[in-house]
């Protein structure tokens, strides 16, 4: 029989290997068989280490002290449970040398999954690098967003800037568009009264002539009459003489009634004579009452003209129409200084604009680029997520250490997996920004479209208004210097009358000194058009195609932002294919066909230009 001290021994080593039934020996005869028979049957085959723990355990049993078997009767029960021994053995010793090929197999798979698990630490370690690189960059991201988010600002307060400057610009423009329309007015009307002021010029040159001649033959009517009267004069003094001595030989022959009768025929001859010398007296002075009649009419109207002249317009009036022509024109080249900063200023602003939106196509290359790594983050993580359940399924029951770095992986994915979600929230929040700001910059370039559009139309209205004020203030110069040439004229009319022959050299000299004074202002007038052709000289460069180089029509907006003409494309590229490529000749820069644009802007702008260049040229001609 077996002590209790021995049975609780045996029962706690079953406890140890994990059976699960513990038989009782004191029911089993045979102790030490059944024994055996029990670890046989019962002990689960787990490999190396339990079975050979229980035939340790059998052959200490059988070794102690205190156990002895008794002795069995019958031969053929202990041959029969040698052989079951020995197979049992075999059965052992068999097992043992699979577990441990076993035991070598699962050393093997520790070192690969331990090798493994440092390959899954570097790609951790990478990763890691990698997310801070990201966070790094995103930091950038924001901090560029940030500035480009002040430079929209700046951008905003810019246009209002921009807004109320146009505003005053369009008050003052009001005012300034309808003086330049009456100045326009008045030298259209100067310009006329200069064409009226040459053809009267002509025909008072024609008439001064005819009265010229009129009076030369007036003159040589008188010195005939003169001439005549002389005669007559002489004629009286000769016969006055003659009477005298007829006198004398009455005197000396009274006594002869012959020489009586010849006195008293010489007495009725002077008689007669004396009536036709007082009858060419009377008519001579007919003739120079009539004379003077005509000069007093002549003066009578040219004084009627004068005042009719001095009535409708003074010389102080003349005057002011010239001071306002010249603040004009002073007013017109700070219009256009003006509009020079205005076109200068947008052109900066839409440098800008382009620059802001090559940081945001950058911008968005390099989120699409970080989208690329976090999907291959995600998808190592869901390899190391595999591999971890793996090692956890393996060996949960094996390698406690392998069970920490398995945590530490799961701990380390996790932290991952919040790193990675954050960097998705704060890509979609940066998308959700940089469409934000796509969006307005987007709206700022219709703004920007729009205002330029509109300052090219006030520009275009100004001009045609100020063209208009300037024609008009021409008229009226014309107007006033056609008065004060009609009055200079009649004055110099009443004075050649006056003065005759001697006065009209004088009159002439003084008419060819006004000719030149109109040659010298028309000349003036010649270099102020050819300066404004000069102003002209690098809007036509502007406005002009650069294969051709000559004024656009119907022109193609180009990538870089200059622009070529239909002709010039449809020569130089197939219009049909949208992959055909522009080469730009001052920019170098390829376009496509698809990124062509019609630019109606430059084709209207292009249109006024060569209308008024048409307008300018046809001035110029005229006034040469």
Not at 198 to 203: D, G, N, R, V, W
Request: aromatic share 2%; proline share 1%; glycine share 2%.
């Amino acid at each position: 029989m077996l002590s209790k001290s021995k049975k609780k021994e045996i029962r706690d080593r079953y406890k140890e290997e994990n059976y699960d039934a513990v038989p009782n020996i004191e029911q089993v005869p045979g102790h030490k068989i059944a024994l055996a028979n029990s670890l046989s049957a019962t002990a689960p085959i787990r490999g190396s280490a339990g079975h050979l723990r229980n035939l340790s355990a059998f052959n200490h049993s059988k070794k102690h002290d205190g156990l002895e078997l008794p002795a069995i009767r019958n031969s053929n029960k202990e041959s029969l449970v040698t052989q079951d021994l020995e197979r049992k053995l075999k059965n052992l010793s068999n097992l043992s040398k699979n577990d441990k090929e076993i035991i070598e197999m699962q050393r093997k798979k520790l070192h690969l999954q331990k090798f493994e698990n440092e390959k899954m630490l570097k790609k951790i370690d990478v990763l890691k690098l990698n997310y801070e690189t990201l966070s790094n960059s995103a930091k950038k991201d924001k901090e560029e967003y940030l500035k480009l988010k002040l430079e929209n600002d700046k951008n905003l307060s810019e246009i209002d800037k921009l807004k109320e400057e146009n505003v005053e610009l369009g008050q003052g423009k009001n005012s300034t568009e309808t003086q330049c329309i009456r100045y326009r007015e008045e030298i259209n009307r100067i310009t006329n009264l200069n064409k009226e002021m040459e053809e009267e010029l002509k025909k008072a040159n024609q008439e001064s002539d005819v009265k010229t001649e009129e009076i030369k033959k007036i003159h040589q009517a008188s010195y005939t009459q003169k001439e005549d009267i002389a005669k007559k004069d002489n004629q009286i003094t000769d016969l006055t003489k003659q009477l005298a001595k007829l006198k004398e030989e009455l005197e000396s022959t009274i006594a002869n009634s012959v020489e009586v009768k010849i006195v008293n025929e010489i007495r009725s001859e002077n008689e007669a004579l004396r009536s036709s010398v007082e009858q060419l007296t009377k008519q001579m002075k007919a003739d120079q009452g009539d004379y003077e009649q005509q000069l007093a009419q002549v003066r009578k109207e040219a004084e009627e003209e004068a005042k009719k002249a001095m009535s409708s317009v003074d010389a102080g009036q003349v005057a002011q129409l010239k001071q306002e022509h010249q603040e004009l024109q002073n007013k017109f080249e700070d219009m256009d200084i003006l509009c020079n900063e205005r076109s200068k200023e947008i052109q900066s602003l839409k440098k800008d604009l382009r620059d802001a939106k090559n940081t945001i196509s950058e911008k968005n290359k390099y989120i699409s680029e970080n989208e690329d790594l976090i999907l291959s983050l995600k998808k190592q993580l869901d390899e190391l997520k595999k591999k971890c359940d793996s090692l956890m399924d393996s060996n949960s029951s094996k390698n406690s250490a392998s069970e920490v770095q398995i945590k530490n992986l799961t701990e380390i994915n996790a932290k991952l997996e919040k790193r990675i979600a954050e960097m998705e929230k704060s890509k979609s929040s940066n998308n959700k920004k940089l469409k934000e700001s796509s969006q307005a910059y987007d709206e700022l370039q219709k703004k920007m479209k729009k205002k330029v559009e509109i300052l090219q139309n006030d520009v275009s209205k100004a001009k045609k208004e100020s063209k208009s004020k300037i024609d008009k203030l021409q008229k009226q110069v014309d107007e006033a210097k056609k008065l004060e040439s009609k009055l200079k004229d009649a004055k110099d009319q009443i004075t050649e009358l006056e003065m005759a022959n001697e006065q009209l050299t004088g009159d002439k000299e003084k008419l060819e000194s006004k000719i030149k004074k109109l040659v010298t202002k028309n000349k003036e007038l010649l270099a102020l058009l050819q300066k404004v052709l000069k102003c002209y000289e690098p809007i036509v460069s502007n406005l002009s195609c650069l294969s051709c180089l000559e004024i656009l029509e119907r022109p193609l907006m180009l990538i870089c932002g200059h622009s070529i003409c239909m002709k010039c494309f449809n020569s130089h590229s197939d219009p049909n294919s949208k992959d055909s490529i522009v080469f730009c000749e001052e920019c170098k820069i390829e376009t496509k066909n698809k990124e062509l644009m019609e630019s109606k802007v430059i084709e209207t702008l292009a249109t006024k230009f060569k209308e008024s260049k048409k307008l300018i040229t046809e001035g110029v001609g005229m006034l040469k």
